[in-house]
């Protein structure tokens, strides 16, 4: 029997979910179908209720529900935990299994697919938001010499970084040095990967980081996808850096997780990456 997936938002049409899971169905030769749900604004539960009962074996979540789904879920995983919203729901009996694979996704992306591994480097996380709590742990996992978070808020970076400090508990590689910033802060410093987790790219505006922040040969990464050449790689690309990348990568390793997660196979990416680049230009 055909197995049912879907991506629950509001709106949805926007959503490569099912593009993706269906090219992963095909080349893995899993029998599943995935599709887009709509959910009514405060109606998340009645509507993956529904789903559910009609068969449903698991969900991505877009916004605006990554929260209604860190409260529906039953069992939390650390990185929904740290992160404090959902993107993945697994389905078993009463049981609803929740994860964030965002940030696995994008550690995933910029150490095996554009070979840029983060132990030992200096790492800049700009903003402090959803995106950046769910990157976090990632992060540390792979052992940077220092991780340094910084926003307009400054008090908010600090929080996250003393929220990243105490997270470390589940990390081998215990000790990384996490400070929490603002940009008058950077001054003087520079750094081998520059994460753009601020959603000023969505408003087409660039926080205000000095060009030095870029060390010789850093990558300048924007998490958002499929906006070109956004002004935070503008920025970059300025001041120098020939390595820029923005979060199709990412999107499609957060959905190869989940689909492991579901379905206990890794599909391969590189075709569904392809398919979905939108050339920096
Ligand atoms: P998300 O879930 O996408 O991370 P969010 O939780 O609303 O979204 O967080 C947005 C982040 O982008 C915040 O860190 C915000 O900075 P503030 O905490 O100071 O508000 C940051 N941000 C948004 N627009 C920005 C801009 N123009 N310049 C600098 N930072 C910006």
């Known amino acids: ?31 599943l179908a995935y599709t887009k749900v709509l959910s009514p604004l405060g109606e998340f539960a009645q509507t993956v209720d529904a789903f559910r009962a009609a068969g449903g074996r698991g969900m991505n979540v877009t916004a605006p529900f990554k929260l209604d789904a860190f409260a529906y879920a039953t069992d939390l995983a650390p990185s929904a935990q740290l992160a404090g919203a959902v993107n993945a729901l697994k389905f078993e009996g009463d049981k609803v299994f929740a994860e964030n694979f965002d940030g696995v996704g994008l550690v995933r ?16 996380v700009m903003g402090a938001g959803g995106a950046t709590r769910g990157a976090l742990l990632p992060i540390l996992m ?112 957060q959905a190869a997780e989940a689909f492991l997660w579901w379905r206990g196979v890794r599909p391969d990416t590189r075709a569904v990456i392809d398919t979905l680049t939108v050339p920096l230009v």
């Open 1 to 31: 029997m055909t197995d049912r997936y879907a991506v629950i938002g509001n709106p949805i049409e926007q959503s490569k979910s099912p593009l993706i899971h269906t090219a992963f169905a095909q080349v893995t030769g899993q029998d």
């Open 142 to 253: 792979q052992g940077p010499a220092e991780l340094v978070i910084v926003n307009r808020t400054v008090a908010k970076a600090q929080e996250l970084a003393a929220l990243a400090q105490k997270s470390q508990s589940h990390n081998p590689n215990a000790g990384v040095p996490v400070r929490g910033i603002g940009y008058d802060d950077l001054q003087g410093e520079s750094f081998d990967v520059v994460f753009n987790a601020t959603s000023a790219s969505l408003t087409a505006q660039v926080p205000p980081l000095p060009v030095s922040a870029f060390a010789p040969g850093a990558l300048a990464y924007e998490l958002a996808y499929g906006k070109g050449l956004t002004p935070f790689l503008q920025l970059a690309q300025q001041a120098g850096v020939t390595r820029l990348a923005d979060g199709v990568g990412m999107l499609a390793e």
């Open 109 to 124: 992306d910029v150490v095996h697919n554009l070979g840029c591994p983060l132990q030992g480097r200096k790492v800049l």
